[in-house]
């Protein structure tokens, strides 16, 4: 039964991979297949088609070899058909973001969906106006751009089962200093940060830990499940525990010169924020968290940054 699910899941990829208006080749097939974490040899895809070719409306180019693929004119293909105008922007918008953040393997996991939302913007003559406004919105970045880490599409693959199946994992880690580790955890949470992607892992003496997906040499997803522990994910990262937090709350008050700093005005440090008029410069009070990332943040003020007191508040669990 799990064999014929498989395939079943195999075909419904297939059928999302081929697209309406241009063909796609079975080696193209057998890549973005990979992506996502199907590993097939070319002659059991080529079965594959052949097959759905003759129950759906698919149509094959046979004049080169590889042979190549598309929805017939008039065929629906596999369609989201509550993907309306809206939901196609915000889906294509999201692409433009989540191109600069996510290895290119595990975007292609999401292709035909881009390919739905972009026939619905650009080659829908009744929805120019969507293809316009894709010309009118764009997501700047707020600091240095970095490619993204590589993941292995397999690792990827068996992190989420284990993580929608609350199972444990077993890994086996090289920390970025090249020291090795192969440990049993639970998987929590996954979490994108940057350019990079971090599996947050308890281990069995407890503690909570983050291991970036691209430093996992190896992942097996054990047969055995857990109860997952009382992990509220959003309080997690609202804590900062991605910021390198020392783990504690401070009250920070400091000047910095108007023309450098006067976007905090607008864009507050925290929900508490005080801001006092003193010339050319501002002073700022804000209850924060204390970490690498805040000074890293203050750093970049230089000499236009004057610390005038850190008070401490409490500890952070």
Known sequence: MAKESNSLYLQLEILRLIPKRSYISTHEIQQKLEDIGFFRDIRSIQRQLKSLSEQFDIECNTLSKPYSYRWKENAKGLDLPILNEQQSLVLMLAKQYLKGIL???????????????????????????????????????????????????????????????????????????????????????????????????????????????????????????????????????????????????????????????????????SVDQTVKDCGSEYEISATVIESEMLNWWIAHFGENYQEIERVYLEEIS
Do not use: C
């Open 103 to 269: 290895p290119a393997n595990i975007l292609n996991s999401m292709e035909s969906f881009f390919k739905q939302a972009e026939y619905n913007l650009v080659y829908d003559t009744n929805k120019k106006s969507g293809s316009e406004w894709l010309n009118k919105v764009a997501i700047a970045p707020t600091s240095q751009p970095l490619l993204p880490a590589k993941i292995e599409p397999d690792i990827f693959a068996q992190i989420s089962t284990a993580l929608y199946q609350n199972r444990f994992l077993q890994v086996h880690y090289r920390s970025i200093h090249g020291k090795e580790h192969k440990a049993q955890v639970k998987p929590l949470a996954l979490v994108q940060q940057g350019p990079s992607s971090y599996l947050v892992a308890q281990y069995e003496h407890g503690d909570i830990l983050h291991l970036a997906l691209h430093r996992l040499l190896e992942v097996t997803v054990s047969t055995m499940q857990f109860d997952r522990p009382d992990f509220n994910l959003k309080a997690y990262v609202e804590s900062q525990k991605f910021g390198f937090s020392y783990g504690r709350k401070i009250r920070l008050t400091f000047r910095v010169d108007k023309a450098i700093g006067g976007f905090l005005t607008e864009t507050p440090l």
